[in-house]
């Protein structure tokens, strides 16, 4: 029942997107400029993959080439991305393009992307004393071709056939992606991708403009822990992919209800930039610093986000409580 009202919802809001492109342009644009940023630095940082806020200007502008091996990654996230962007309806999903992809994500380090594992991995998670204990064994190396073969080719079918809700069916090739995990690495970015990937090609655009990898990123617990849930029995054809469905569906709706939020609220409120800042000081849920503010609207320059700043607290809705250079603020709702 969850799984039926969540795909309601979702048609419900995709059945806007036309009106929202329609009323509120520059609205989109703005956000469709936020959400790469967001979506490049979220998805990596969920792999522990971090550069300064400044370094990640400098990438996503091409400003600067990459020196370090995560700005590398960065660079071949954002790649990727803006390919998936532009050309999600002329990128068959199939194996040879999936090691495309892995390619160009991979082509600013020393090891060469786009090609399946050769040798069986195993995925772990460390425990608060240290040890590791094994969460998932996927597919040995040697059959990796013949499952990824078989999972796009059922895609395939299922789509000419019209045999599974299409939401549920691109979420359920992402996780069989996961479970069989052809890559020795990248394996999860390479999974949101393909969800954009599928996303777009279904029809579903709200990952251009609302970040889902920002929001997996917050839910990042909930993420690995329906994953872990839904892969267990995944070999033996017994798992349950409902844990997983309705994180996936979940992520969706909170992305279209902040999209929903957002242009509302830009509607209501003279200048889009000026106004997101407002919305994201006023969402904070403990203390924060003009550098959260700067990784949560990443393409609004430092003087406007001072100037927002210095409204809310003659408002009475912000207050300084670590002044200085590292100044930290919070909400006077909070306390």
């Known amino acids: 029942m969850a799984l039926i009202k969540s795909i309601a919802k979702?048609?419900?809001?995709?059945?806007?997107?036309?009106?929202?492109?329609?009323?509120?342009?520059?609205?989109?644009?703005t956000l469709q400029e936020m959400a790469v940023v967001q979506s490049t630095e979220s998805s990596n940082r969920i792999e522990g993959i971090k550069i300064s806020n400044q370094k990640l200007k400098e990438l996503m502008t091409r400003k600067a080439i990459p020196l370090t091996r995560s700005e590398a990654e960065i660079s071949g996230y954002r790649d990727v991305l803006a390919t998936i962007h532009t050309s999600a309806h002329d990128i068959p999903v199939k194996p040879p393009t999936i090691l495309q992809l892995h390619r160009d994500?991979?082509?600013?380090?020393?090891?060469?992307?786009?090609?399946?594992?050769?040798?069986?991995?195993?995925?772990?998670?460390?425990?608060?004393?240290?040890?590791?204990?094994?969460?998932?064994?996927?597919?040995?190396?040697?059959?990796?071709?013949?499952?990824?073969?078989?999972?796009?080719?059922?895609?395939?079918?299922?789509?000419?056939?019209?045999?599974?809700?299409?939401?549920?069916?691109?979420?359920?090739?992402?996780?069989?992606?996961?479970?069989?995990?052809?890559?020795?690495?990248?394996?999860?970015?390479m999974s949101r991708l393909l969800t954009l990937l599928l996303l777009y090609q279904a029809g579903?655009?709200?990952?251009?403009?609302?970040?889902l990898e920002r929001i997996i990123e917050d839910s990042k617990e909930s993420y690995y822990d329906t994953l872990y849930k839904s892969s267990q029995g995944w070999h033996e054809e017994e798992h349950d992919p409902v844990p997983w469905l309705e994180y996936s569906l979940g992520t969706l709706v909170a992305a279209y209800k902040e999209l929903e939020d957002r242009v509302n609220?830009?509607?209501?409120?003279?200048?889009?930039?000026?106004?997101?800042?407002?919305?994201?000081?006023?969402?904070?849920?403990?203390?924060?610093?003009?550098?959260?503010?700067?990784?949560?609207?990443?393409?609004?320059?430092?003087?406007?986000?001072?100037?927002?700043?210095?409204?809310?607290?003659?408002?009475?809705?912000?207050?300084c409580i670590v002044p200085g250079r590292n100044a930290r603020w919070r909400s006077t709702d909070i306390k």
């Not at 299922?158 to 599974?164: F, L, N, T």
């Open 10 to 29: 979702i048609n419900e809001y995709k059945g806007k997107q036309e009106l929202y492109q329609d009323r509120s342009p520059e609205v989109l644009n």
């Open 204 to 211: 579903f655009e709200v990952g251009r403009y609302i970040s």
């Open 105 to 189: 994500l991979y082509k600013y380090l020393p090891q060469e992307g786009g090609k399946w594992k050769a040798t069986d991995n195993i995925i772990e998670e460390r425990l608060p004393d240290g040890s590791k204990r094994v969460r998932y064994v996927p597919v040995k190396a040697f059959v990796v071709p013949q499952y990824m073969d078989e999972l796009c080719s059922g895609l395939r079918t299922s789509r000419e056939k019209g045999e599974m809700e299409e939401l549920l069916l691109l979420f359920s090739f992402v996780l069989d992606f996961l479970c069989i995990h052809p890559f020795a690495d990248g394996n999860g970015r």
């Open 265 to 319: 609220l830009v509607e209501n409120q003279r200048g889009s930039k000026t106004a997101m800042v407002r919305d994201t000081i006023l969402h904070f849920l403990s203390d924060f610093t003009v550098q959260d503010i700067e990784r949560a609207c990443p393409n609004v320059s430092r003087p406007t986000i001072n100037r927002v700043l210095a409204s809310l607290k003659n408002e009475g809705l912000v207050e």
